[in-house]
């Protein structure tokens, strides 16, 4: 992308406003008593806040699962509020760690400013080292800075193709910020997008915190694996594509629906790089289409995963050409020394400024140096940053 302009920009300020998540407020002591009622309250409270159609819920409509315990002083779990079973209504969940005092219970969502908190204090047999990493990396906001890399392939096999049945549309359908894609097809086996921390946040939605501030969610999955904390791979198999509403809304056709979050809020998933595909949201919810290079592919057509594109690699996008020109130099007044397809990976060593050109992702003065030592222009080349990826030269 290498510039993400126009609309980019404007979904930049959205996704900035989420990531500053009003609701992230300090864990507040909850009276002593038992922990379960503690963690409802909070989230009940937390819910209404950030989903008008969850306000109202009672705790007949939450499920919360303390999965570690340290006697009556620590405890790790999650907690999520089931939405009605209809169109356009999705649960609502969040990770939590939870430690009584003397005042009572103290409760933490992931996202709130108390969790990390929480998290470093916790015992390691209710948080565990490898989750305190997790937990405490404060990353800066990279998707509000104008980085869409995240190092994801689709959440499916690499070499398969499958249907973008749904474009961009909310978690919960007509909701804002357009987070969710919907796929179906293939072998049916949806897999870890990239390697992380997963969870089971009830029965046919699971959640994996990835690097860089990012997690991934799957729903609708029947066979969903049980998973509590558990380190998995790029590619690790979480369930099969499926209609499971367990916690709520609605599902018609055996589909996953993916969303991505970035620092515990969901963010808008157009701009983003997935299996080499970055996906485009469209003028409603569940419009859209996808571009690998110059290559579109509209909602209902098939997309072919071809892995995950690394964080100092970029797609060359030939904005409708066959080629883009390679130089010895970061200009047009250096020697063509070859070319490179439409749609070709290419891995970047470093960038400079050089000559101006425009692309399909807009004007732009820099130049990436290949490994291979030789020059294309920014303009015609996605890296997912409006800047070097790999330093400057």
């Known amino acids: 992308m290498s510039r993400v302009r126009g609309w980019a920009c404007a979904v930049a300020l959205v996704a900035a406003s989420l990531l ?6 300090q864990a ?7 922990l379960t009622t503690a963690v409802t309250t909070r989230l009940l409270d937390r819910a209404s806040a950030t989903d008008a159609g969850l306000r109202g819920a009672g705790a007949d409509n939450t499920r919360v699962t303390i999965t570690r315990r340290d006697g009556q002083t620590w405890a790790f779990g999650t907690a999520v509020v089931v939405a009605p079973a209809q169109e356009g209504q999705y649960p609502a969940g969040w990770l939590f760690v939870a430690h009584r005092d003397r005042a009572g219970w103290q409760v933490a969502f992931d996202g709130e400013a108390n969790f990390a908190d929480l998290a470093t204090a916790a015992p390691a047999r209710v948080v565990s080292q490898a989750e305190k990493n997790v937990f405490t990396t404060s990353p800066s906001p990279m998707y ?3 980085d869409y890399r995240t190092g994801m392939r689709l959440p499916f096999a690499v070499g398969q193709s499958w249907y973008l049945t749904g474009g961009p549309h909310g978690w ?9 894609i919907d796929l179906s097809g293939g072998d049916q086996r949806v897999l870890a997008a990239r390697g992380g921390t997963a969870y089971t946040m009830c ?3 699971i959640r994996v915190i990835h690097d860089r501030g990012y997690s991934t969610d799957y729903y609708h999955l029947w066979n969903s694996i049980s998973v509590n904390g558990a380190g998995v791979g790029e590619g690790a198999y979480l369930g099969d594509t499926g209609t499971d509403v367990t916690c709520g809304g609605a599902a018609s056709g055996r589909h996953v629906h993916f969303a991505l979050r970035q620092n515990s809020a969901y963010v808008p998933i ?8 970055v996906v485009m949201g469209g003028g409603a919810t569940y419009q859209g289409y996808a571009l690998h290079g110059s290559a579109q592919v509209n909602v209902g057509g098939a997309l072919y995963n071809y892995g995950a594109l690394g964080l100092t690699q970029a797609i060359i996008d030939a904005n409708g050409g066959g080629t883009v020109n ?3 130099g970061p200009g047009t007044g250096y020697a063509v020394v070859g070319s490179v ?3 070709a990976t290419v891995n970047v060593a470093c960038s400079a400024n050089g000559t101006t050109h425009t692309g399909r992702w807009g004007t732009t003065s820099l130049w990436n140096k290949l490994t291979d030592g030789t020059w294309v222009t920014d303009a015609y080349t996605w890296t997912g940053s409006s800047g070097p990826i790999n330093g400057w030269c």
Do not use: E, I, L
């Not at 919960?172 to 969710?180: F, I, L, V």
């Not at 157009?270 to 595909?277: M, P």
């Open 341 to 343: 397809g439409d749609g």
């Open 326 to 328: 390679k130089r010895s």
């Open 270 to 277: 157009a701009g983003h790089n997935f299996g080499k595909w």
């Open 28 to 34: 507040a002591p909850t009276a002593a008593g038992d």
């Open 144 to 146: 509000a800075g104008g």
């Open 20 to 25: 500053t998540n009003p609701t992230a407020a």
């Open 203 to 205: 029965r046919g939605w």
């Open 172 to 180: 919960a359908g007509s909701d804002t910020p357009w987070s969710s």
